[in-house]
C-alpha cells in the first residue's frame, strides 16, 4: 500500500551504518605531506594564510566535541539524528574527524568553522535513515560556494544513500567520503564511496603506498593521508588519539577543499571537485592501486 502513494518512490530496508581512523613540527605527518609535491614529513606545514576562513565544514559521524581546545571556539553543534543521545560526540571518531579538517593544531584549515551532525551513536553504528536524514539537514542548511561536507562512514550499497548524495550535489554542498576500509573491496560497492557526485577518498602511508586496509578502485577520485593520524579526541579539551582509516584520509581532503574554497569562487560542488583533482599530486603512490587514480591530494601552498 505503501508503494501505492505518489509520495512514495521506493522502500528501502532500514539498515546499520558504521565507521569507515606555516606550522613548524606540525603534530601529524598529513599535514606536511598535503603541502609538499615531494615525501618529506620532517617539512613544515605550508597553507594560504586564508586557511578555511569564512567556509563552514560539516561533519556528519558520530557528533563533536565543540569544546576542545583545538578548535578555539569554531566548533557549533549542528543536528542529531541518534534519538535519546546527548548533544555531544561519546565516540571520539566525529572529533578526530574535524579535528584534521580544521582544529588549530591538528587541522588543514584552520581558520575553517566546524559544524557537528550527528548520525552514528557511541559504539560508531547509526541507521540509515538517520543518515539520510543528516545529509539532507546539510543540503537544506549549508551555503553554496562556502560549505563542504565530510562523511568518514560506509556500509554496504544504499540507494537512499546515494540519493541523499545526490541531493548535497544538486545543492552544490560538496561531499567528501572515505573509500572504505575494507582492502577486499571495491569501493563501487559501497554507500557513499560508490555513489555518483562523491569525492571518494583512498588512504595512503608515510610512505606513499596505499594503506592495508584501504578499499580502491574507479570510484576512488584521490589518496589522502589516513595511517597514524593524530586528532583531537574527547576525554578532556586536550584530548588526542592517533588511528588509522580512509576516516582519517577523506578529512583531509575536506580540509583541503574548505581551503580552496577561502580564496577561490567554486560556486558548485563539481567545481570544488575539480579542483581537488587538478591540483593533486601524481604519480607519487606507490605500490598496487587496484585501480584506483595516481592521486594525492595537495593545498596548493607553492
Known sequence: ELLASDEVEYIEQDAIITLSGSQTSPPSWGLPRVSQRDLNTAAPYLYNDAAGQGVTAYVIDTGVYIGHNDFGGRATWGANFITGSPNTDQNGHGTHVAGTIGGTQYGVAKKVSVVGVKVLDAQGSGSTSGVVAGMDWVAQNATPGKSVVNMSLGGGKSKAIDDAAQRLFRANIPLIVAAGNTASADSCTLSPAGAANTYTVAASDR????????????????????????????????????????????????????????????????????????????????????????????????
Not at 260 to 285: G, R
Request: charged share 10%.
Open 207 to 302: 610512505t606513499d603506498r596505499p594503506a592495508s586496509f584501504t578499499s580502491w578502485g574507479s570510484c576512488v577520485e584521490i589518496f589522502g593521508p589516513g595511517v597514524g593520524i593524530t586528532s583531537a579526541w574527547i576525554g578532556s579539551a586536550s584530548a588526542t588519539n592517533t588511528i588509522s582509516g580512509t576516516s582519517m584520509a577523506s578529512p583531509h581532503v575536506a580540509g583541503v577543499a574548505a581551503l580552496y574554497l577561502s580564496f577561490n569562487s567554486l560556486p558548485t560542488a563539481q567545481s570544488v571537485f575539480d579542483k581537488l583533482t587538478s591540483t593533486a599530486t601524481l604519480n607519487k603512490i606507490t605500490g598496487n592501486l587496484k585501480g584506483s587514480p595516481n592521486r594525492l591530494v595537495y593545498n596548493g601552498a607553492v
